[in-house]
């Protein structure tokens, strides 16, 4: 059974800095692309940032140089760093896991940044 459990959600102040974590579990870890999306309130999905196997990132302009995603291999495990946060990147952050033709979900972790 494969699981992807968020955390570190929670409600901070604008500048504020936050560190998502996701616990995955039932698939070969080291080989999926992982990445963090986001769907702020009545809007649609949008990617944050992804890390490749090898290391590789990718992140949307609007985060650029304030959020950091990181994988460490021997936990299963991948990060989100957010700092200097913004009324804006409120939302719930999900965490996904993308190999090939398999694709997993976690359940969503609310951070709401307060101006």
């Known amino acids: 059974q494969v699981q992807l459990v968020e955390s570190g959600g929670d409600l901070v102040h604008a500048g504020g800095s936050l560190r998502l974590s996701c616990a995955v579990s039932?698939?070969?870890?080291?080989?999926?692309?992982m990445a963090w999306y986001r769907q702020p309130p009545g809007m649609q999905r949008e990617l944050v940032e992804g890390?490749?196997?090898?290391?590789?990132?990718n992140y949307a302009d609007s985060v650029k140089g304030r959020f950091t995603i990181s994988r460490d291999n021997a936990k299963n495990t991948v990060y989100l760093q957010m700092n200097s946060l913004k009324p804006e990147d409120t939302a719930v952050y999900y965490c996904?896991?993308?190999?090939?033709?398999?694709?997993?979900w976690g359940q969503g972790t609310q951070v709401t940044v307060s101006s």
């Open positions: 996904n896991a993308k190999w090939i033709k398999f694709d997993y």
């Open positions: 039932g698939i070969t870890f080291s080989i999926y692309t």
């Open positions: 890390i490749t196997s090898n290391g590789r990132t």
